[in-house]
């Protein structure tokens, strides 16, 4: 498990890196209506988990916007999202600490992305 002591910067840190990413895939699948959530916060009692990359919508225009959760799976037959490495990892904030526990077969080198 990894910890960093600064939230922010470590929240900073990991969407900077990922954001951009699922943003120009979600430019890329516009047309077809499907959308990939960048990223998720859900508060639970004093923590608070940050989810990347794994919620998928479709999103329909009628006289306003709306957004249909799909799921967790990739709906067919859309190309494939951007590489995520801390897509199967726990993280969650609690007491101004943030903390990020992978899977053992991610790569220390995968959560380079961190810059920490």
């Known amino acids: 498990m990894i910890v960093v002591d600064n939230y922010s910067e470590c929240l900073s840190n990991i969407l900077s890196n990922i954001k951009r990413s699922i943003y120009d895939y979600n430019e ?3 047309s077809t209506g499907y959308y990939l959530k960048p990223y998720h916060i859900v508060n639970k009692g004093k ?3 940050l989810y990347i990359g794994k919620y998928w919508y479709k ?3 009628e006289n ?3 957004w249909i959760y799909i799921g967790k799976r990739k709906p067919e037959p859309l190309p ?11 993280m969650y904030i609690e007491e101004g600490r943030c903390f990020i526990n992978c899977p053992k077969n991610i790569l220390i080198y995968d959560i380079n992305i961190l810059s920490l």
């Open 28 to 30: 890329k699948i516009k």
């Open 47 to 49: 923590k608070k988990y």
């Open 59 to 61: 999103i329909i225009s």
């Open 64 to 66: 306003k916007l709306k």
């Open 80 to 90: 494939d999202p951007p590489n995520i490495p801390l897509l199967d990892c726990v």
